[in-house]
């Protein structure tokens, strides 16, 4: 993956790109099909992703061109504490997409 471009987090598969891998790219790559299939929450995206930072990685997908909304929600975690002001995250948008006005 080494020859992958800057910028072009979906050009490897994601079944290929391993949880264990904590590189920024294999983080996008595994980012980007998952906020394909809807919005995402900060949790959500560090258990099953094993993204450590999802706002990080967020920044790097607006920076390549993706647009990616953010809301803020109050969420209760497995051990049944109250989180306020989660992200979730809701892909708008590809590069090179057009958007509705």
Not at 22 to 28: E, F
Not at 52 to 65: F, M, Q, S, V, Y
Not at 74 to 90: L, N, P, Q
């Amino acid at each position: 993956m080494a020859d992958q471009k800057k910028g072009q987090p979906n050009k490897a598969s994601p079944e290929k790109t391993h949880l264990y891998d904590t590189s920024n790219h294999a983080q996008l790559v595994r980012l980007v099909p998952r906020l394909r299939k809807g919005p995402a929450d900060t949790f959500t995206i560090m258990r099953e992703l094993n993204i450590c930072r999802p706002g990080a990685r967020i920044c790097d997908l607006r920076n390549a061109g993706y647009k990616i909304i953010t809301n803020r929600i109050t969420m209760t975690d497995e051990w049944g504490r109250i989180h306020r002001g989660v992200a979730v995250y809701t892909l708008i948008a590809e590069p090179g997409a057009k958007v509705a006005a």
